[in-house]
């Protein structure tokens, strides 16, 4: 029993406000986090002003947690008290259907949201099913891994799942909180990397995270030139753009993955899909076991959000330059 503080939207795209709840006794199963890092993702924003006609009001925002494990349920074994973790988008499933018992937990019908009507991580604590919370490896500082847990899983399950080899010519359109880990994580598995961004300012460090080839993607001439070029494109963009000059881009058999999510529906000619033997796909997060491969990838090979820290308090400041595409390249909320 206990309270939790944290900040609060209140209605669609308010600012958030101070905001307390009751815990009640912890479940058998839970485990509860004292937080020190959350990220800021896209997603929260996109709860914050109700986007996806899902938010229920008030609630706090933040899916990216690493902390210490601050309590455990009666039956939790595998975890410990003090010992840091983490905590991504989801937080429990039924565990018993086909996709739960395959290891495939991110596919369940049943998924919660960790802060999906209920509260997240900008808060001083959170609680979660313990099946959801990970070890994070020690080569992993928390600022730096906290983003890993939505942003950087979610480009990395497609890049892995989908076969990504050093023959791979990718393209990752956008370089924000997703894209920035996607450059790096393609590069870990030996891909030719293309960027598509509409901010000429991020060449250089694009570059330096491990892009070979960087394209402005306001020019529509470039995207146009770009005919024939790729296996697979992962978009992690949340803004609609002309699909089709991307599925133009794509060598036959080749994929454009929907990771980011745009605002209206893609309309999309059918014609250079079945001559090329081409496929639009989207992919969600990713399971307890493949987080877990990512963050051991992640630590041997480098892979870590570049992020801007603020303290809690300044979450609303941190929102804004998040909506005003200024972050380089997470914006981390500290306790
Ligand atoms: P972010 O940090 O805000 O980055 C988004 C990037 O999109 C920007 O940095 C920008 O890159 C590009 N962009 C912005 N406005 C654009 C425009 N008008 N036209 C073209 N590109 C534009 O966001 P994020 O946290 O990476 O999240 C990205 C998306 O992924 C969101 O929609 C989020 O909800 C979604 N998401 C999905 C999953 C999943 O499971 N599938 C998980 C997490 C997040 P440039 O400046 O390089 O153009
Ligand atoms: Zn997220």
Same mark, same amino acid.
């Given at each position: 029993m206990g309270q939790i503080q944290g900040l609060a939207a209140h209605a669609a795209g308010a600012e958030l406000l101070s905001f307390r709840y009751e815990t009640g006794n912890l479940g058998s199963y839970e485990v509860e986090i004292a937080i020190s890092h959350c990220g800021i993702c896209h997603s929260d924003l996109h709860l914050i002003s109700n986007d996806w006609g899902i938010s229920q009001y008030p609630f706090i925002p933040g899916h990216e947690i690493v902390g210490e494990v601050a309590a455990v349920g009666r039956q939790v074994k595998h975890l410990k008290v003090g010992q840091r973790v983490g905590l991504g988008?989801? /937080?429990? /499933?039924? @565990?018993?259907c086909e996709w739960c018992t395959q290891g #495939? !937990? %991110? #596919?369940?019908?049943l998924s919660e949201g960790t802060c999906v009507h209920r509260h997240g991580g900008y808060a001083d604590r959170v609680r979660a099913n313990s099946r959801f919370v990970l070890p994070i490896p020690d080569a992993l500082d928390s600022e730096n891994a906290a983003p890993l847990l939505c942003g950087g899983i979610t480009v990395y399950n497609p890049i892995r799942s989908f076969g990504v080899n050093p023959s791979s010519r990718v393209g990752i359109v956008g370089v924000g909180g997703l894209g920035h880990m996607a450059i790096q994580f393609a590069r870990a598995f030996g891909a030719e990397i293309t960027v598509f961004s509409t901010? /000429?300012?991020?060449e250089a460090e694009a570059r330096e995270l491990g892009a070979h080839h960087f394209l %402005?993607? *306001? !020019?529509s001439k470039n995207l146009k030139d770009a005919? @024939? *070029?790729?296996?697979f494109i992962l978009n992690t963009a949340n803004a609609d753009q002309d699909w089709n000059l991307y599925i133009q881009a794509l060598r036959p058999t080749g994929q454009l993955c929907f990771v980011g999510i745009p605002p209206n529906p893609a309309s999309l000619q059918v014609f250079p899909l079945i001559a090329g033997g081409r496929s639009v796909i989207g992919s969600p997060i990713g399971s307890p076991r493949q987080i877990a491969e990512m963050l051991d990838v992640a630590a041997r090979h480098g892979v870590k959000a570049k992020t801007e820290l603020f303290p809690m308090a300044k979450v609303n400041e941190a929102i804004e330059k998040v909506k005003k595409n200024k972050v380089r390249y997470r914006a981390v909320l500290g306790n």
């Amino acid at each position: 029993m206990g309270q939790i503080q944290g900040l609060a939207a209140h209605a669609a795209g308010a600012e958030l406000l101070s905001f307390r709840y009751e815990t009640g006794n912890l479940g058998s199963y839970e485990v509860e986090i004292a937080i020190s890092h959350c990220g800021i993702c896209h997603s929260d924003l996109h709860l914050i002003s109700n986007d996806w006609g899902i938010s229920q009001y008030p609630f706090i925002p933040g899916h990216e947690i690493v902390g210490e494990v601050a309590a455990v349920g009666r039956q939790v074994k595998h975890l410990k008290v003090g010992q840091r973790v983490g905590l991504g988008w989801q /937080s429990n /499933s039924c @565990g018993v259907c086909e996709w739960c018992t395959q290891g #495939l !937990e %991110n #596919l369940c019908a049943l998924s919660e949201g960790t802060c999906v009507h209920r509260h997240g991580g900008y808060a001083d604590r959170v609680r979660a099913n313990s099946r959801f919370v990970l070890p994070i490896p020690d080569a992993l500082d928390s600022e730096n891994a906290a983003p890993l847990l939505c942003g950087g899983i979610t480009v990395y399950n497609p890049i892995r799942s989908f076969g990504v080899n050093p023959s791979s010519r990718v393209g990752i359109v956008g370089v924000g909180g997703l894209g920035h880990m996607a450059i790096q994580f393609a590069r870990a598995f030996g891909a030719e990397i293309t960027v598509f961004s509409t901010s /000429s300012d991020k060449e250089a460090e694009a570059r330096e995270l491990g892009a070979h080839h960087f394209l %402005n993607s *306001r !020019e529509s001439k470039n995207l146009k030139d770009a005919a @024939g *070029r790729f296996d697979f494109i992962l978009n992690t963009a949340n803004a609609d753009q002309d699909w089709n000059l991307y599925i133009q881009a794509l060598r036959p058999t080749g994929q454009l993955c929907f990771v980011g999510i745009p605002p209206n529906p893609a309309s999309l000619q059918v014609f250079p899909l079945i001559a090329g033997g081409r496929s639009v796909i989207g992919s969600p997060i990713g399971s307890p076991r493949q987080i877990a491969e990512m963050l051991d990838v992640a630590a041997r090979h480098g892979v870590k959000a570049k992020t801007e820290l603020f303290p809690m308090a300044k979450v609303n400041e941190a929102i804004e330059k998040v909506k005003k595409n200024k972050v380089r390249y997470r914006a981390v909320l500290g306790n």
